[in-house]
């Protein structure tokens, strides 16, 4: 019955590991859909900066943003480091969608995980749809998070029997410790008993 309940459970987690893998893609697909909403917002507010820079520096946008942080009014050098890091935001956007839709699946995979947005990952996951993927890709990730995660109950479930088997072991050697030492004192004194005797037999044998 034992086995069985174990058996049971190792299919029901192999199958909701898989089950989640398989879900990997999707998810980093409505990421990357999340993603581009936020660079189409980040270029609209940065163009409305760069239009200036187009009539006042010749369209040099960096140019606009050193002059801006070397003028005297604080106002318009904090406005040049809105700018900078607004233009910093487009950048970054640019290059990790280019990294998740120009490579092939594994290294968008590995691009994905390293430069993951924990924030826009999180709205991602609240508005998150299921869906049920047959490409080759989902498949192979959900038979590596269900390979993966029985590995890792097995890691567990193993660390665990041997932590059990030595506060065992310990609690078992304490136990027969107290019993050593009271067979030692039993020995001991019949030791002692058998040398009174000995020593009674010498003397009576001698006084005859």
């Given amino acids: ?26 998810f980093m697909q409505q990421y990357i859909q999340r993603l581009s909403g936020h660079l189409d917002e980040a270029k609209h507010q940065l163009q409305q900066f760069q239009l200036i ?11 606009m943003i050193e002059r801006y ?9 904090q406005t040049a480091n809105v700018i900078s890091a607004m233009n910093q935001r487009v950048t970054g956007f640019e290059t990790q969608l280019s990294q998740l839709q120009n490579y092939d699946y594994i290294t968008q995979l590995y691009h994905f995980i390293r430069q993951i947005d924990l924030v826009m990952a999180q709205a991602t996951l609240r508005d998150f749809q299921l869906a049920v993927p047959i490409e080759t890709g989902a498949l192979l990730t959900g038979a590596i998070f269900a390979f993966a995660t029985l590995s890792l109950q097995a890691a567990a479930i193993g660390t665990l029997k041997i932590s059990i088997y030595g506060i065992r072991g ?14 030692s004192k039993i020995r ?3 030791s ?17």
Avoid: W
Wanted: aromatic share 4%; net charge positive.
């Fill in 170 to 183: 310990k609690s078992t050697n304490k136990s027969n410790l107290p019993q050593s030492k009271k067979n």
């Fill in 53 to 63: 820079a187009d009539m006042r520096f010749n369209g040099d946008l960096n140019l």
């Fill in 1 to 26: 019955m034992k086995k069985l309940i174990t058996t049971l459970f190792d299919r029901i987690l192999f199958t909701v590991s898989f089950i989640l893998g398989v879900q990997a893609p999707e």
């Fill in 69 to 77: 942080q070397r003028n005297a009014d604080n106002a318009i050098a």
């Fill in 188 to 190: 001991t004194v019949d």
């Fill in 192 to 208: 002692t008993d058998d040398l009174i005797v000995k020593s009674k037999t010498k003397t009576e044998q001698a006084l005859d």
